[in-house]
């Protein structure tokens, strides 16, 4: 005997497999057969099991997957109204630097390897609006009202700042304290170039050296300490930075001249001035270090604009909906929403949460999440997302995905996990800043005995400090960031157009690709097929036809077959229950009604089983194709019976970017599982010079294989089930975000709206990307080629000129900003 049953939980085909095999192991069943689209399994049993066997079984083996009746799918899971965003944040940290791929942390803190400080993760959950009262700031409620203790009108309150602001807010506290402790010492250090300095007068050198120590103290100890312990750290575990660098000159430069003031008959009179006194440094060490803390602000500044385009994105959900409670409308908080609560949008609103609207119509501006500017007719039935902005006209809507399950939340998950992915091109930098820190050591040791043993008088000191400016402008932090700060700031970019990445390494296939193959269906089309005729032989009519062609589909997900559903509800026709019902996959349906065996499907079913088709079927059924429509066969056994034909408009845009594509010398290939006929109509109004029809999955992922064999990187882009094999076996797959998941999961990239200009957008993007990052890699190494000659002197015997340490780091500090600043112009690139 054999039973169906419904599976919830299943989202690609490792899960497939997995239920396939619990099932399997409970006593009893002969087999088990789990079919992912339809989200069933047909299980084959020597005797009757009850269900809950079936259902321990799920649970023991970890209870992601849930089994139930076939007519009796699980009610959706109530969201917890008590679950609250973590209020200073996600508490999801990562490097900037990504020097660790996408590793995250969860405290702030500095990057153990480089040294950086870890950026917070934007939040997928909008904040939650709270209410305070403004005399009795302890009074918190979630909701607006009246203050418990004095009757005022409760007033939003003041979100919280970000763990970005308050990095801000610590590195800007700081800096001004440093800036008051060294601006003293720069005045007293720099009055020495002064005839007859005035502060002589009040004391001599060797008082004016101390009160110099003492100034330092705070900016050493307090103010930028955090170097000094970034550089130890960098030391112990040997991952060498930038601090290492810093910290190694600030340091060495505050200690000699400590000692210089403690202990000054040790050194030579080559370091002593005309009153006995030994050159100290201090000026030099925190200068240094007050200007590094400078360029740290400002990238922390600049930081918090490179994933500006997700803080927009999660800006667009609401903070309050308001929910329909039987005859009442209540105001509340957006993490209140549950699923199936019924939600009034009013003109203007913003959707709150993914849902289908079930009262009313209205356009919808969906641009911040699909990029097209045109707003979108919504009517009865059709499907809204959180964040798009209802027009003039009121409507109800069904709430269907809350919180992190919906499509604004995934759009930001995504980025998020894209933002911190290494692309390929940051391996050469990787492995330039490896050797870079130990090199630049030795190239600061060798520039101070080059000019000791060779350089003029005083030739210590001109050493020493040449080697200090060697140190601190070889900073590798703009060689680190010159890949992440791009990759940021360009899938950003992107999924404000609608254009998701799922890794920074499909952003730089994209720019690679020499061959795009499409689908048809919902890729070329519009993926909305509507019925448009239904053909029958000579003793059948048109009703039974359509009786027996919905009865057939009523199990199948498929697109086509939704679409005679629709149709024969519209025509009121009844349905019969299906018997033995089985999916083909690339061919059709088959099952059985009144004990009798029908198949519904194209040519390649019918012909599967040897059926006859009459000549005056076959020459309708010809003439349709023709016209570039797609016809299913209805058969029993012995004869085709009739057949449905379905039309499915082409997509506006896909002849415009077919064109541009071409333009670019992409090879746009058109693989469909349709007709011969239907795919050469549609690759003529279109435009597409290679196609090839009656592809099954399994002949698409050979086709791309042999495209692949032929030395190409080819793209695959696909919106259904069928495509997942040929999705993953390409260089990059492309997934129509109006697709399934399965889809969607096989694919690197996705695009929101489901067209062939995202594809266009993609590439554009992967181009400005590419480009941008090497832009960085060039900026950051000729500074660094540069700069350090120059630092070591290489000038000084040609035109007598020579780096101070200061302005050294004032160059260093500027060379990071310089970089994060390029990778910001993305922000307005046209894509």
């Not at 007719?377 to 009121?394: H, P, R």
């Not at 911190?420 to 101070?448: E, G, L, N, W």
């Not at 492309?734 to 993609?762: C, F, H, P, R």
């Amino acid at each position: 005997m054999k039973y169906t049953y419904h599976i919830h939980g299943m989202s690609c085909g490792g899960c497939q497999n997995h239920v396939k095999q619990t099932l399997a192991k409970v006593n009893g069943v002969k087999n088990v057969e789990v079919n992912l689209e339809k989200a069933q399994a047909e299980i084959e049993m020597e005797k009757h099991i009850p269900l809950k066997k079936f259902q321990e079984a799920l649970k023991n083996d970890g209870g992601s997957y849930s089994i139930h009746p076939l007519d009796q799918k699980p009610k959706p899971k109530k969201k917890s109204s008590s679950l609250k965003k973590q209020e200073n944040g996600t508490g999801v940290y990562y490097c900037p630097m990504h020097c660790e791929g996408d590793k995250t942390y969860s405290q702030p803190g500095d990057c153990p390897k480089c040294g950086m400080d870890l950026v917070e993760e934007v939040s997928t959950v909008p904040t939650n609006t709270q209410y305070t009262c403004p005399m009795h700031p302890e009074v918190i409620k979630d909701q607006p009202g009246d203050c418990p203790k004095c009757g005022m009108d409760l007033v939003p309150k003041k979100p919280d700042l970000s763990a970005e602001e308050k990095t801000y807010a610590q590195l800007k506290r700081k800096f001004w304290i440093a800036v008051a402790f060294t601006l003293p010492v720069f005045i007293i250090s720099m009055s020495d170039m002064f005839n007859n300095n005035p502060l002589y007068n009040i004391l001599d050198l060797k008082y004016w050296n101390w009160i110099q120590l003492v100034l330092s103290v705070p900016v050493i100890f307090y103010a930028t300490w955090m170097f000094f312990e970034r550089a130890y750290k960098s030391i112990i575990t040997w991952n060498l930075n930038m601090f290492t660098l810093i910290g190694i000159g600030a340091s060495v430069a505050w200690l000699f001249s400590v000692v210089s003031l403690l202990f000054p008959d040790i050194f030579p009179a080559q370091f002593k001035t005309e009153s006995g006194t030994v050159h100290v440094y201090f000026e030099a060490a925190t200068v240094i270090l007050t200007l590094v803390l400078l360029g740290q602000l400002m990238e922390a500044r600049a930081h918090s604009k490179t994933n500006s385009a997700v803080k927009e994105l999660i800006k667009l959900s609401p903070n309050e909906a308001t929910r329909i409670n039987g005859d009442l409308e209540e105001k509340i908080s957006v993490n209140q929403i549950e699923v199936s609560d019924k939600l009034r949008v009013k003109p203007g609103d913003k959707i709150p949460v993914d849902g289908v609207i079930i009262e009313g119509s209205s356009s919808i501006d969906e641009s911040m999440i699909t990029g097209e500017p045109i707003p979108a007719e919504k009517i009865e039935g059709d499907t809204v997302s959180a964040g798009t902005i209802n027009g003039e006209q009121s409507f109800v809507m069904r709430a269907e995905k809350v919180g992190k399950e919906t499509l604004l939340s995934q759009i930001i998950e995504m980025v998020n996990k894209a933002s911190r992915s290494q692309a390929p091109i940051q391996k050469v930098a990787d492995k330039i800043s490896a050797y870079f820190v130990p090199v630049v050591v030795i190239i600061s040791i060798i520039t101070f005995f080059i000019w000791a043993i060779w350089g003029p008088e005083p030739a210590y000191v001109f050493g020493f400090v040449n080697a200090v400016a060697v140190l601190i402008i070889a900073c590798p932090c703009a060689l680190g960031l010159a890949t992440p700060m791009s990759v940021m700031v360009g899938i950003g970019k992107g999924a404000q157009n609608g254009v998701l990445i799922k890794n920074a390494e499909a952003l730089e296939k994209l720019n690679q690709i020499d061959v795009l193959i499409v689908d048809k269906t919902g890729t070329l089309t519009e993926g909305k097929p509507k019925v448009e005729k239904i053909g029958f032989a000579k003793n059948y009519s048109e009703e039974k036809t359509l009786h027996l062609i919905a009865s057939l589909n009523q199990y199948s997900e498929h697109p086509l077959a939704k679409a005679t559903l629709n149709y024969a509800k519209k025509r009121e026709i009844k349905l019969q229950k299906t018997q033995d019902f089985k999916a083909i996959t690339g061919k059709g349906v088959e099952g059985k009604i009144d004990n009798e065996l029908y198949f519904l499907g194209n040519k390649r079913l019918i012909e599967d089983h040897s059926i006859n088709v009459s000549q005056d079927l076959q020459q309708e059924i010809l003439q349709q194709q023709e016209k570039g429509k797609t016809v299913s066969y209805l058969a029993n056994t012995k004869e085709v019976l009739g057949y449905v034909v379905i039309g499915d408009p082409i997509k506006k845009s896909s002849k415009k970017a077919i064109q541009e594509l071409q333009r670019k010398n992409i090879e746009v290939v058109m693989l469909t599982g349709d007709n011969k006929q239907t795919a050469a109509a549609v690759a003529k109004e279109v435009g597409l010079l290679h196609f090839k029809a009656s592809m099954l999955p399994g002949a698409k992922q050979e086709e791309v294989k042999r495209l692949q064999a032929e030395g190409k990187k080819v793209a695959m882009a696909g919106d259904g089930i069928n495509d997942a094999p040929a999705l993953a076996q390409s260089n990059i797959g492309i997934a129509m975000g109006t697709g399934t998941d399965v889809a969607i999961e096989s694919a690197e990239v996705t695009l929101v709206k489901g067209d062939l200009q995202g594809i266009v957008k993609a590439i554009h993007l992967s181009e400005k990307v590419i480009k941008n990052i090497k832009q960085n890699l060039f900026f950051a190494l000729i500074y660094n080629s540069i700069g350090v000659p120059i630092a070591a002197g290489i000038l000084f015997p040609f035109f007598g000129i020579l780096l101070s340490p200061m302005i050294a780091a004032l160059a260093m500090s500027f060379s990071s900003v310089s970089v994060i600043t390029n990778a910001l112009r993305l922000r307005g690139a046209n894509i």
